[in-house]
Structures are given as structure tokens and as C-alpha cells.
């Protein structure tokens, strides 16, 4: 069975340039939510994080992200894939031109 798309985008994500900023993020986010504080819940965010800077370099990554995914992992239940095609689309096709871009350009 061939990988699918969001697996190899986590694959790579492992040599993200912006790994080890996603790490430190994840552990602020949301700290007293229980949904983020479940085994794996934070691996999980990390990866989605990861994976998405390296599938839109444009955008890379940018810290308020991580409260976003964290939000759709909780109310996907934890399926990765389908809160990284949310992100993707929200920050690709819904919202403003340039609101995740590296200087936040779309957010002035």
C-alpha cells in the first residue's frame, strides 16, 4: 500500500527547520486541556506542526499554529491527517492572504 501524502510530509518534518520551535510551543499549548495533555497527544500536534512546515515552506511555521492544531486534534479525536488537511486549507484557501506568512504580511 503506497504511504499517503500527510505520511510522507511527517517523515520529512522529523528534519524540520523549525523542530525544535515547534517542541518548545507544543508543551505551552493549551497546557490545562485535557484532550492535549492524553499519551501522544503532544507527539501528535508536533508531527502535524512539522509536517505542515515542511509541506508549505512558504509558510514554514508560525507559533499560533500550534493553538489551531491543537484544537482540531481535539475535536478530530486525534486523527492527524485530517486536522493537517484542515490546516492546510484554512491557512491555503480560507483565511487572508498572508496570515501564517513569515513576516505575517496578510495580518497588516
Same mark, same amino acid.
Given at each position: 500500500m503506497a504511504k499517503s501524502y500527510y505520511s510522507i510530509m511527517a517523515e520529512? $518534518?522529523?528534519q524540520s527547520p523549525f523542530?525544535?520551535?515547534i517542541?518548545?510551543?507544543?508543551?505551552? !499549548?493549551?497546557?490545562?486541556h485535557t484532550g492535549l495533555q492524553a499519551p501522544g497527544t503532544q507527539a501528535a500536534? !508536533?508531527?502535524?506542526?512539522?509536517a505542515y512546515?515542511?509541506?508549505?515552506?512558504?509558510? $514554514?511555521?508560525c507559533r499560533a499554529m500550534a493553538n489551531i492544531? $491543537?484544537?482540531l486534534l481535539v475535536?478530530?479525536?486525534s486523527n492527524e491527517e485530517n486536522a493537517f488537511w484542515l490546516l492546510a486549507a484554512l491557512v491555503e484557501d480560507l483565511l487572508h492572504p498572508g496570515t501564517y506568512a513569515?513576516?505575517?504580511?496578510g495580518c497588516q
Open positions: 520529512a $518534518g522529523k523542530l525544535e520551535n517542541k518548545q510551543d507544543v508543551s505551552c !499549548t493549551f497546557p490545562n500536534l !508536533t508531527r502535524v506542526l512539522a512546515s515542511v509541506h508549505n515552506d512558504k509558510v $514554514g511555521y492544531v $491543537g484544537l475535536a478530530m479525536n513569515r513576516h505575517l504580511e
